[in-house]
């Protein structure tokens, strides 16, 4: 469940063969929305797993939203997942790194972090997985061969990255 880079991961399925995958992305969702439909994208399937790729959009779309404000959001919607399917294993994946929105990096960097503490000290059924430093190139910045022309959406080689990330982490 989350956003477009989710949404636009159309061929999801074929990155990981013998696992049922329902994509639940929503094109420009943020954390605040997929809470608002909790029960359409996530309750009403009883997942035996979710993954998670939101924030981004909440930092993009309002310049007061800080790392902190995605942080806090993340944590009302854990709070939602454990007060209605209880322990079912979570992984959160990083906000990336795109080039289109690297002057927001910051931001991107500190949600990162508070969400990454956050799960390793609150909950041993959830696990974060780290993107970010696989995304950048050898100085530092979004490598722009992953990307789409906007520079934003991932191409193939994007989710193959995702992929060999995420794929530790699935339970069948």
């Not at 209880?86 to 949600?111: E, N």
Request: with cysteine; proline share 5%.
């Amino acid at each position: 469940v989350g956003s477009s880079s989710f949404t636009n991961w159309k061929d999801v399925q074929q990155h990981f063969p013998g696992y049922t995958i329902i994509n639940r992305g929503f094109g420009g969702s943020t954390l605040v929305d997929v809470i608002r439909y909790f029960k359409d994208v996530i309750s009403k399937y009883q997942p035996k797993q979710i993954v998670i790729y939101c924030g981004e959009n909440d930092i993009a779309n309002d310049s007061k939203v800080k790392g902190k404000t995605v942080y806090k959001r993340f944590k009302a919607l854990r709070r939602l997942i454990r007060a209605d399917l209880h322990q079912v294993p979570i992984v959160y994946v990083s906000m990336k790194p795109s080039p289109s929105r690297w002057h927001l990096k910051d931001k991107f960097i500190d949600g990162n972090k508070r969400i990454e503490k956050f799960i390793k000290k609150k909950d041993a059924n959830m696990k974060f997985v780290n993107a970010w430093p696989h995304m950048l190139d050898e100085t530092g910045k979004p490598r722009t061969d992953i990307f789409l022309e906007d520079q934003l959406h991932m191409n193939a080689k994007g989710y193959v990255i995702w992929q060999k990330l995420i794929e530790p982490y699935l339970i069948k």
